[in-house]
């Protein structure tokens, strides 16, 4: 069963607007939340990352979001760039490392 | 630096003939992982080596997979009398020790076509 939702499945954004990704997960144990970023035939590239002790990081124009009490993180992409299309997939991980990946959300952006 | 690099970047066999898959990881990362990447399953764990400690073979879907990681360094994944479910992209990941350990960095993985 999959320990981390992912939605939506595809989204197509406009160059300059904001691309909203969303994922909920259920096992309150995990204390390690990343957002990778996968173009096609290339490995995922780890692209930003929160604790569950901050409700929000920036780095650039991407920003996670974390709302611990309800089990969700969102991933927004600010202008958005041709560059920024590409699958992108949230994870969580406890103290065993071992990610729990959604099921990706691939992003197309429009120029 | 240089990443994680996988070889090779693809494989096609034969139903029920063995295969290797050679990881090797960033320079100094004492953790590494192997991850399957399929249209069914999406991205789901295999098999966790950190250090000398024996290796987490959790997410090994049947024993016809094992693997091993030589001198902390460079790992096979075998996959042994392969199937056609086995086709897929294998992913090999690496992270240091310290405060960055959580972080996972992954290399272009191998795409294994069974005929």
């Known amino acids: 069963q999959q320990q981390v939702k992912q939605s939506p499945q595809s989204l197509i954004v406009q160059k300059g607007g904001i691309s909203i990704i969303n994922c909920a997960y259920e096992n309150t144990a995990f204390d390690y939340f990343p957002w990778y970023q996968q173009f096609p035939g290339k490995g995922p590239a780890l692209l930003i990352a929160i604790r569950p002790d901050v409700s929000e990081k920036k780095e650039g124009r991407f920003t996670i979001s974390f709302n611990k009490s309800a089990k969700q993180f969102s991933l927004h992409i600010m202008d958005s760039q041709p560059g920024d299309s590409a699958t992108y997939f949230c994870a969580a991980s406890k103290s065993d490392y071992k990610l729990s990946f959604g099921a ?8 | 630096g240089a990443g994680v ?3 090779p970047s693809n494989k096609v066999t ?3 003939k063995d ?14 992982y192997w991850y399957r990447q399929s249209l069914g399953q999406g991205l789901e764990f295999l098999i966790y080596f950190q250090g000398n400690s024996a290796p987490d073979k959790s997410g090994l ?9 030589t001198g902390g360094s460079v790992s096979t994944l075998t996959i042994q009398r392969t199937q056609q479910e086995d086709s897929a992209v294998y992913l090999c990941a690496s992270s240091p020790s310290g405060p960055r350990s959580y972080e996972q960095y992954f290399g272009p993985g191998t795409r294994l076509t069974v005929t």
């Open chain 1, 104 to 111: 990706g959300t691939t992003v197309t952006v429009r120029a």
């Open chain 2, 5 to 7: 690099s996988q070889s």
């Open chain 2, 14 to 16: 034969e139903k029920g």
């Open chain 2, 19 to 32: 295969v290797e898959l050679r990881c090797d990881p960033i320079s100094g990362h004492t953790a590494l």
């Open chain 2, 61 to 69: 879907p049947s024993d016809r997979f094992s693997a091993e990681r």
